[in-house]
């Protein structure tokens, strides 16, 4: 039997920010801006709906060379009209203060075919719209760094309020 490892903290419920992107905006842009726009810095990202013109993902497969055997796949283009099904994801900050989005994603095409993966930062436009649902949490610091033992950039959970919050 295997170790139970966590890292975690405890987090009092934020404001909920509820809002959609507009036809043409990226996803992980326009969820940057809705943050900006309510001076969010640390969220979960609950749900998306909606659909894309196209679509841009990675997700990991088998690597040797890989710390844990695996890495991320280069970005796969998925042609669009594309539904969204479900997406969720984490809003923090990198270790030089700027924004950083962890989001995955599931999504149909027309055939009915189902994709999932780990949304890239440009390559998503929403196509006729995107509905969101974003969860912040103010006394709680996320903060994405390189890990040693996986090789990967993940976030880290700190206890502590955001500068300026």
Known sequence: M?????QAVV???GRKIIGRLLPG?????GIEAMCRCHDVKYANVVSVIGSLMEARIVYVVADEAGKKGIRYDDPVWLEGPLEILASQGIVGRTVDDEPSIHLHCLMSDPAMTVYGGHVVEEGNPVLVTAEILIQEVSDVQIIRRQDEET???LFSFHPGRAAGA
């Open 25 to 29: 905006t990226d996803l992980i842009k």
């Open 151 to 153: 090789g990967f950039p």
């Open 11 to 13: 987090s009092q419920t």
């Open 2 to 6: 295997s170790d139970v490892r966590i």
